[in-house]
């Protein structure tokens, strides 16, 4: 990754008249439906960006999307990558610099994640407060990394503090069950092993899955404000574990979806 990199697919995006959004949006395994809240949109697709990586993942469908949600310049990541598809971590978190230099100040997150903590349940949501990074690296190791922001970053508190108490209130107001935890971060794409989930739950995991921690790094990294939630889409009791249902889990983020949307708009309004 080089700014000049970074500067061509920001000059690409800008041609195709995304101009100055307030808000960027990462959604999600299965939690693509936001976009629909979208008006007017233009669409660039990641194939069509200079040094954009390309989702592999077929529950992801590749683009960037720019428009307006309640009355704020929003741009969208419909489709994310993961360590799991072999891209690296500087792939990974290449639109999160993209978006920023594009002109967010904010930055939501969804993913769809598995419930460890035994009192969460499927279909429920957890607003992340913090995170356990699983992964075993970090985007932030590479050799020029000082040339884009400081190379040790203040990870206290990675979550911002003004928009999570926001999104507490707005979910109290619309009466929307929010839970509130520890989400940890795993390569994958396997899932875990009944032992796996003992050890998560012991670190102390609320919630497990497969990305957003990258992502969270290189925000504070840009000193970029982030907020991000979690969609439960399995149970993970190590006691009771049942085989692994892709389809349910998607049938499951999508039932949970409008809620997620509702809060996520309902928070543009605010910020």
Known sequence: MTQKQLDESVAYLKSKGFDSPEVGIVLGTGLGK?????E??????????????????????????????????????????????????????????????????????SNAAGAINLDFKKGDMMLI????????????????????GDRFVDMME???????????????????????GVYASVVGPQLETKAEYRMLKIVG?????????????????????IVAI??????CDPDNLQPVDIEEIIRIAGDTEPKMIKLFCELIKEV
Request: net charge negative; charged share 25%; proline share 6%.
């Open 34 to 38: 936001l976009v629909e809240a979208i």
């Open 129 to 148: 407060e913090d995170h356990i990074n699983l992964q075993g690296g970090s985007p932030l190791a590479f050799k020029n990394v000082a040339q884009f």
């Open 205 to 225: 995991s609320d919630a497990v899955g497969m990305s957003t921690v990258p992502e969270v790094i290189v925000a504070n990294h840009l000193r970029l404000p």
């Open 40 to 109: 007017n949109p233009i669409e660039a697709h990641y194939n069509h960006i200079p040094f954009f990586p390309l989702a592999t993942v077929e529950f992801h469908t590749g683009k960037l999307l720019y428009g307006t949600i309640e009355n704020k310049k929003v741009v969208v990541m419909e489709g994310r990558f993961h360590l799991y598809e072999g891209y690296d971590f500087q792939d990974i978190t290449y639109p999160i610099r993209v978006m920023h230099l594009l002109g967010i100040k904010k930055l939501f997150i």
């Open 230 to 235: 979690s969609v439960l889409t399995d149970e």
């Open 158 to 180: 990675p979550y911002d503090l003004e928009m999570r108490e926001k999104l507490i209130s707005i979910a109290k107001r619309e009466n929307i069950d929010l839970k509130k």
